[in-house]
């Protein structure tokens, strides 16, 4: 079902560079050959754009909160609606594909490096990238949460803390049981897993992965889950000598499950549905429909959405998967652009449950 006219008119009349290239090429039926192209070179000459595109050559590190770590900067640049061939964002990010299709290398074993690859190959692949590199990383992966997932297991931690567990650390978080830490591979998804189950390309897609991530998503969406503390919990990492404990997450917590949307740790509540969008399994279950419905309640009179501002933040210092770099256009102070944003974002998502 193709948006009204009238609507997509409005946001491409009065949208930013952003929400017209992104109105253009994801919710426009026949779009103009000529008006992609030129709304291509107003979004890669937009300042904000520039500046994100800009960070890419900073980025010094692949998790954490700053504007200089990659899973921020990437995140934002497919906010953007940038992809593959798009600019110069090839050259840009060639180091972080050569790094996943590098060898094997001891810094790059271990938990907090494996995090590290599943966030780099996640954002890669909203991206468009999908190389076989990628594809043989991303594939194992889900091999590894695959398990997990088909055991059905959700008694994650010991019954009693190890012995060498640092004295500081003891009663702040339990241990998770080494079962699901296999190798030193944390076999738990993560927010960020799904986000690149999200993305997989449809030629990935067999029917046998299909079910591999369907059992997953099935998986994440049970009470017992979602039950499961934000970042699990202490996790021995043997690849250290000595092993060291570090504090395993995140969690595919979604916003409205478990608790109100109200609270200030719930503002990834629309970014939570866009990804969830992705899986058939998803788009049935209770809570899509509830949040499909909590947008609704935004709609206005004359058929656009205005959300809670709180849904939609753009933070100077945030992680992307948290939901804090959700902003479009540059000026994001007046009423009507947060109106614009939030169009745009539910027809989308509308776009994506009908499939």
Request: net charge negative; proline share 8%.
């Amino acid at each position: 079902m193709t948006p009204p006219r009238e609507t997509l008119e409005w946001l491409l009349e009065t949208g930013g560079p952003v929400v017209r290239w992104l109105t253009l090429t994801s919710l426009a039926p026949d779009p103009d050959p000529e008006a992609v192209d030129s709304a291509q070179e107003a979004l890669l000459a937009a300042p904000h754009v520039r500046l994100w595109l800009d960070r890419i050559a900073g980025v010094t590190r692949i998790h954490d909160s700053g504007s200089n770590c990659f899973e921020n900067v990437a995140g934002k640049l497919a906010e953007f609606g940038l992809r593959k061939g798009i600019g110069d964002l090839d050259a840009r990010l060639a180091p972080f594909s050569a790094w996943i299709a590098g060898p094997d290398r001891a810094q790059d074993r271990g938990i907090l490096a494996e995090l590290n690859r599943v966030l780099c190959i996640a954002h890669l692949l909203r991206l468009g990238y999908d190389d076989g590199a990628l594809r043989e990383h991303a594939l194992a992966r889900l091999g590894t949460i695959h398990r997990v997932a088909a055991a059905g297991r959700f008694d994650i931690f010991l019954a009693e803390d190890p012995t060498d567990l640092p004295r500081a650390y003891r009663g702040r978080h339990r241990v998770v049981d080494p079962w699901f830490t296999p190798g030193g591979s944390c076999a738990l998804p993560y927010v960020h897993d799904l986000h690149m189950l999200a993305a997989f390309p449809e030629e990935w897609r067999t029917p046998r992965v299909v079910e591999m991530v369907d059992m997953v998503v099935r998986y994440v969406l049970t009470e017992e889950y979602q039950a499961l503390p934000p970042r699990f919990g202490y996790v021995r990492d043997d690849s250290r000598s000595p092993p060291r404990y570090y504090v395993l997450g995140w969690n595919a917590a979604l916003p409205g499950y478990r608790e109100p949307l109200e609270r200030p740790s719930q503002e990834h509540f629309v970014l939570s549905i866009e990804m969830m969008a992705a899986f058939p399994e998803a788009r049935n279950h209770w809570w899509f429909l509830d949040s499909l419905a909590r947008l609704d309640e935004h709609r206005t009179d004359h058929g656009t959405w205005l959300l809670p501002r709180t849904w939609l933040p753009e933070k100077p210092v945030a992680y992307w998967v948290s939901g804090g770099h959700m902003g479009l256009e540059q000026n994001r102070r007046p009423r009507a652009t947060i109106e614009r944003e939030s169009t745009l974002r539910v027809l989308r998502l509308l776009e994506r449950s009908r499939q």
